[in-house]
């Protein structure tokens, strides 16, 4: 196995899109889209340099790509989420092996839990991960809804998120969500045209919220947090909110394709999503390996 002290970052870019395109190779924590990977590589990948983070193994006659295994290091929590391994061969192991031996010497003490999410298909990144002790802890469905299968429907009812509201949506969201990574404070602030909260509102009652940001250079969109107050349950509330903010993100931002990932258990949200226009793409397994 060689390495480049100079990372191509838009071969391995190219190399990973090709393979996470597919399911047999597909994992939840990067995108199928190059120009997408090369940006996050770029900019949001990792809390260590990328040599550091990044195994390439080239071949080499031609210099071309033979895996990739990539670790998102996170140093508060000593965690790491992996990026493969990207490995097209009818024999694997040997290769994910190498490139598990690099990654593993680079960061050391530094990462003591390792995350992996594979496509249930992926039987090579499940064996590797299984490999090396690690446990399934969870499995997800990736949901998504299409441009071209939407159709538009407009709710009068429905209303962006305005200061009147904060404080109903700040109650709201801290019920809903206690232990999160956005406060309601940092979800106002976020806000402008392209990331959105939108409000049923009824009387003086918040009745629920859905806030969503898009990213229409990469024609993506993502919905972040939804809560319906809970006397206000099954009534058909968060379906509007969801059409709605597909609505804002479809065809105010001209996103063409939106993903969301949801717990197999839950069985409540999936029924949501499912109604409000979204179907299933993926399966993927959760894992957890501590070293």
Request: proline share 2%; glycine share 8%; hydrophobic share 35%.
């Amino acid at each position: 196995m060689s390495r480049l002290d100079t990372l191509n970052l838009e071969q391995i870019s190219r190399f990973i899109a090709s393979l996470n395109a597919m399911s047999k190779h597909h994992i939840g924590y990067c995108g199928e889209k190059s120009d997408e990977i090369l940006d996050t590589l770029q900019h949001d990948f990792s809390d260590l340099n990328l040599e550091d983070c990044l195994a390439v193994s080239y071949d080499d006659e031609d210099e071309g790509i033979l895996g990739v295994l990539g670790a998102d290091v996170d140093l508060d929590n000593h965690s790491a989420e992996l990026w493969g391994p990207f490995v097209n061969s009818e024999n694997p192991e040997p290769l994910t092996a190498l490139l598990w031996e690099e990654i593993s010497s680079n960061l050391g003490k530094m990462v003591q839990t390792y995350h992996g999410f594979y496509n249930d298909l992926n039987l090579i990144g499940q064996g590797f991960i299984e490999s090396l002790g690690g446990k399934v802890t969870g499995s997800h469905l990736i949901l998504k809804a299409k441009k071209y299968d939407y159709t538009d429907e407009h709710d009068v009812v429905v209303e962006e998120l305005s200061p009147k509201w904060h404080q109903a949506f700040d109650k709201l969201h801290n019920e809903s969500f206690p232990d999160t990574y956005y406060t309601s404070e940092e979800i106002i602030y976020k806000v402008n045209d392209n990331n959105k909260v939108f409000v049923i509102p009824s009387g003086d009652t918040l009745l629920g919220y859905i806030y969503v940001e898009g990213n229409p250079d990469y024609e993506e969109g993502n919905i972040e947090f939804i809560a319906v107050s809970t006397d206000n349950r099954k009534r058909g509330i968060g379906t509007r909110l969801v059409k709605h903010a597909l609505g804002f993100m479809f065809e105010d931002l001209g996103i063409e394709e939106i993903s969301i990932c949801v717990n197999e258990q839950n069985s409540q949200a999936i029924n949501l999503y499912k109604r409000a226009g979204f179907k299933r793409e993926h399966r993927l397994h959760h894992y957890v390996l501590n070293v």
